[in-house]
Every structure is written in C-alpha cells, then in structure tokens.
T-cell receptor, first 113, second 116 residues
Framework: GESVGLHLPTLSVQEGDNSIINCAYS??????FIWYKQESGKGPQFIID?????DKRQGQRVTVLLNKTVKHLSLQIAATQPGDSAVYFC????????????FGAGTRLAVHP | DAGVIQSPRHEVTEMGQEVTLRCKPI?????LFWYRQTMMRGLELLIY????????DSGMPEDRFSAKMPNASFSTLKIQPSEPRDSAVYFC??????????????FGPGTRLTVL
C-alpha cells in the first residue's frame, strides 16, 4: 500500500517524544490549511485544519502553527505513539478559489519503541 | 456515516482495456473530488464536481480519462483505453461547500489500479 514519493523526508522519533513536522507552502494567497495523515494502504485522514486568521490551533495531542510571514506550517504531535507512524501531508487552499487543495510532498514519521 | 466509499479496492487490467472506478460520497456532501496518487507525482487533483456539475477538470490527464456524476450519491472515473502509466492509487474525496466556504475534504480508501 505504498503511496508516497521515493525521496520522502523521514522523521524518526522515540515513542513518547514530541514530533514536529514542517511544511513550506507555496502561495501567499492561501487562506486555509489542512494536515492529513496517510497510513499504508489507506486514504488520507483529516487531522487538523487552520485558517489564515489564526496562527495556532490545538486538537487532541496535535497542534498546528501557521507563520504567514515565511509561508510555513508545522504540525506538533505530543507524546508520539507507534500508531502515529504514517506519512503526513500538508495541504493549502487558495483564497477566493473553490475548495481546491494543493498537497505537499509529505513527510514520513517513523516512531520507534 | 460510512464515509466515502470506493470500489473496487483493487483493479488489475491489461493495457487497452476500459476501467471504471466508482465513488459514493458522504451523504449530504455537495462537492466531490477525484485524485490520483503516484510515487513520482504525489497527490494530484483530477476533477472537481460541485452539485453534480464538473467545475474544474484541468487535472484530467487526457481524453482517455472521463468522469461523471449522475446524481449526488454516485460518481465514476473511467479510463479508456488504459495504459501502464495509468497505474496509481485513485482517491475520491467529498466535502460540504456553501457560500464559498472552505471545508474539509474526506477521502475514501482508494482504488489501486494496475495496468499490465
């Protein structure tokens, strides 16, 4: 069920540590951002979203930070668990457009016991 | 809700054959998207429907690809004739969009297509 690029960046963390996954988005006019998690053989699963009028949003064990100045998005996962192992994608939506998402290349998160 | 449903989950066919992929969006959603995912190109949007009408098909690779949405609960993506380079995982996603709002897209499990 592999569905990701050959040269995906990989983040390796120990179980229980915090993880930070980064994403540089492309369009300064984007106003809506989503993080998706994709496990092997499955479709992307929504994790958390944030709109451009915010710079931080928290969910359960996850936090998304948005820095519009440098067009940077990050996903923080607290107390990373083996079940968090997956590929994580950020996606952006251009302001004024319809709900069209542009996906980043993805980052593979590997959690070691 | 069962989420977005796609069928078949796996399809193996020979070059030149017609392939039809199916999608049932989440009930109540009015936007439907078809994506293709490959190792080389990642996730690419193929076509977007809103209220059963194709709005953006600029991502459809070529005339061999066609998509329909005859009603709010069903869409098909057809490839005719299929080629080995069409081998990929095809995802359907749906969302509810109103008044230009930006809302989360929910993805189905995908169809893994292999064209020999």
């Amino acid at each position: 069920g592999e569905s990701v690029g050959l040269h995906l960046p990989t983040l390796s963390v120990q179980e229980g540590d915090n993880s930070i996954i980064n994403c540089a988005y492309s369009n300064s006019a984007s106003d809506y951002f989503i993080w998706y998690k994709q496990e092997s053989g499955k479709g992307p699963q929504f994790i958390i979203d944030i709109r451009s009028n915010m710079d931080k949003r928290q969910g359960q064990r996850v936090t998304v930070l948005l820095n519009k100045t440098v067009k940077h998005l990050s996903l923080q996962i607290a107390a990373t668990q083996p079940g968090d192992s997956a590929v994580y994608f950020c996606a952006e939506n251009f302001s004024g457009g319809y709900n069209k998402l542009i996906f980043g290349a993805g980052t593979r998160l590997a959690v070691h016991p | 809700d069962a989420g977005v449903i796609q069928s078949p989950r796996h399809e193996v066919t020979e070059m030149g054959q017609e392939v039809t992929l199916r999608c049932k969006p989440i009930s109540g959603h009015n936007s439907l998207f078809w994506y293709r995912q490959t190792m080389m190109r990642g996730l690419e949007l193929l076509i977007y429907f809103n209220n059963n009408v194709p709005i953006d098909d600029s991502g459809m690779p070529e005339d061999r690809f066609s998509a329909k949405m005859p009603n709010a609960s069903f869409s098909t993506l057809k490839i005719q004739p299929s080629e080995p380079r069409d081998s990929a995982v095809y995802f359907c996603a749906s969302s509810f969009t109103a008044g230009g709002s930006k809302d989360t897209q929910y993805f189905g499990p995908g169809t893994r297509l292999t064209v020999l």
